[in-house]
Antibody, heavy 122, light 108 residues
Framework: EVQLVESGGGLVQPGGSLRLSCAPS????????MTWVRQAPGKGLEWVSA????????YYADSVKGRFTVSRDNSKNTLYLQMSSLRAEDSAVYYC???????????????WGQGTMVTVSS | ESVLTQSPATLSLSPGERATLSCRAS??????LAWYQQKPGQAPRLLIY???NRATGVPARFSGSGSGTDFTLTISSLEPEDFAVYYC??????????FGGGTKVEIK
């Protein structure tokens, strides 16, 4: 079964850091670009970041640029989102998702994780 | 940035009725538009990609159309499990990837 499982969410103080992980299964992880999308409570979807299959290319929303870093370790089959200088407005459920087409940056996402909640509060 | 505007915000319909959801882009996104369904407490689910292609396992009652700036998601006959929030997303003009604000399809 093709699956993504996020972990690493939790409660963090403003200005703090957190690292999210996303563990894939059921597909050749290194062949697929991946993305992070977040959703604040009761709000819509917001794209956060994306990374190519080999990790060479990364992309960010302006709202997180300079504070968040996306990376992947294809040897460990894991996607990461390192978040620093966290703000209250970063509080959301964070989803990882895979693109629909291998070896592409065709950013439509066919498999999503269940999400991990990040709460930034003192 | 391509802004996506979805309408209506809420659609109140009965099971068996036809649902027509709209997504309008602030600039052309060609056919690079996807539709997702999200139910409470769940992750989004891809329904349609590249404007009109159904994703794997999506029932035929879901169809997408449009190109350029105007797109439509149609559910031909609503089933009880179709009541959810629907989002459009463009992938032509990125970064940033952008989503619409969503349309909630609720039971009338």
């Amino acid at each position: 079964e093709v699956q993504l499982v996020e972990s690493g969410g939790g409660l963090v103080q403003p200005g703090g850091s957190l690292r999210l992980s996303c563990a894939p299964s059921g597909f050749m992880f290194s062949n697929y670009a991946m993305t992070w999308v977040r959703q604040a409570p009761g709000k819509g979807l917001e794209w956060v970041s994306a990374i190519s299959g080999n990790g060479a290319n990364t992309y960010y929303a302006d709202s997180v640029k300079g504070r968040f870093t996306v990376s992947r370790d294809n040897s460990k089959n894991t996607l990461y989102l390192q978040m620093s200088s966290l703000r209250a407005e970063d509080s959301a459920v964070y989803y990882c998702a895979k693109v629909i087409t291998a070896d592409s940056l065709d950013m439509a996402f066919d498999i999503w994780g269940q999400g991990t909640m990040v709460t930034v509060s003192s | 940035e391509s802004v996506l505007t979805q309408s209506p915000a809420t659609l109140s319909l009965s099971p068996g009725e036809r649902a027509t959801l709209s997504c309008r882009a602030s600039q052309s996104v060609s056919s690079y538009l996807a539709w997702y369904q999200q139910k409470p407490g769940q992750a989004p689910r891809l329904l349609i990609y590249d404007a009109s292609n159904r994703a794997t396992g999506v029932p035929a009652r879901f169809s997408g159309s449009g190109s350029g700036t105007d797109f439509t998601l149609t559910i031909s006959s609503l089933e009880p499990e179709d009541f959810a929030v629907y989002y459009c997303q463009q992938r032509l003009n990125w970064p940033p990837l952008t989503f619409g604000g969503g349309t909630k399809v609720e039971i009338k």
